[in-house]
Nanobody, 114 residues
Framework: QLQACGGGLVQSGGSLRLSCAAS????????LDWFRQAPGKEREFVAA???????YYADSVQGRFTISKDNAKNTVYLQMNNPKPEDTAVYYC??????????WGKGTQVTVAS
């Protein structure tokens, strides 16, 4: 129901955009989220967007990352600007209220080179 893509290797200070396509039933009126998990660390919240387009960010990415969605394409995006090596993680999209979404997609690896 959720399929994330767009991960890869990016230079620190560069940019990368992640996409996550959702089924219509999942996209609907759900809050759509991005989480990430770095090696040896717990999964953590990154950003969320509600069906009314309210946006929320973790302090660590505020001002650098932007979450958005395209209702016509049932797709949520995470624009990563000025990424840092500490942003290296597997990124997951999810649907449902933070901190416990009800649906998860497979992750996509993002590696930020210094």
């Amino acid at each position: 129901q959720l399929q994330a893509c767009g991960g890869g290797l990016v230079q620190s200070g560069g940019s990368l955009r992640l996409s996550c396509a959702a089924s219509l039933g999942t996209f609907g009126t759900a809050t759509l989220d991005w989480f990430r998990q770095a090696p040896g660390k717990e999964r953590e919240f990154v950003a969320a967007i509600t069906w009314t387009d309210a946006k929320y960010y973790a302090d660590s990415v505020q001002g650098r990352f932007t979450i958005s969605k395209d209702n016509a394409k049932n797709t949520v995006y995470l624009q990563m600007n000025n990424p840092k090596p500490e942003d290296t993680a597997v990124y997951y999209c999810a649907a449902g209220p933070v901190p416990n979404p009800i649906s998860w997609g497979k992750g996509t690896q993002v590696t930020v080179a210094s």
